[in-house]
């Protein structure tokens, strides 16, 4: 398999070799993957609503009515 990095993908890992995080690029690499297979595991351990809630707060990020932000309209139907 052959995983293509964009360049600033690429100097953020340089970055962490030459911090001493990491001992090379494959360990880099497995670091993160390993780091996302947990959270995949994470995200199958909640409920269907707490899912579902997650779904809500992405598809809502950045939406506007008329320039006004869905957390504003929120809060303002609080009131």
Partial sequence: MTITL??????LIQQAIKAGLYKSVDE?????????GKQEAAHWT?????????????????LTLNGTSTR??????RE
């Fill in 6 to 11: 964009r360049p600033e993908q690429e100097r």
């Fill in 28 to 36: 880099a690499v497995d670091s993160a993957l390993e780091s996302l």
């Fill in 46 to 62: 909640l409920t269907r609503s707490q899912i579902a809630g997650q779904r809500i707060r992405e598809l809502r990020r950045g």
């Fill in 72 to 77: 504003e309209l929120i809060e303002d139907g």
